[in-house]
Nanobody, 126 residues
């Protein structure tokens, strides 16, 4: 079993920045592809981005590309989501997730992730 704990959410004004963290335990962190998803009230959970097991490649939804950056520190068993130029429509609960699947072309799908964090609230005011 893999346990994921997220932190770093909060309230920020439009145009501001936040960095989310997700710490993993209970598994071999470097063996997992890590993803970020978000869910706004009344909406389905949606894909934000993915980072490879090595940290050498990352992929993003069009809605956040150029504004968000995913990174990972395998020595700390931690994955990060740096969010810049935040918009009110970015307001959501943000979740990290772990997958043994490595293909970036299928990891925008929720069903390919076996483990999920508890989520952290991000609120962007106008």
């Amino acid at each position: 079993q893999v346990h994921l704990v997220e932190s770093g959410g909060g309230l920020v004004q439009a145009g501001g920045s936040l960095r989310l963290s997700c710490v993993a335990s209970g598994g071999t962190f470097s063996s997992y592809t890590m993803g970020w998803f978000r869910q706004a009230p009344g909406k389905e959970r949606e894909y934000v981005g993915t980072i490879s097991w090595s940290g050498g490649r990352s992929f993003y939804a069009d809605s956040v590309k150029g504004r968000f950056t995913i990174s990972r520190d395998n020595a700390k068993n931690t994955v990060y989501l740096q969010m810049n130029s935040l918009k009110p429509e970015d307001t959501a609960v943000y979740y990290c997730a772990a997958s043994i699947v490595r293909s970036p072309y299928v990891l925008n799908r929720l069903e390919n992730y076996a483990y999920w964090g508890q989520g952290t609230q991000v609120t962007v005011s106008s």
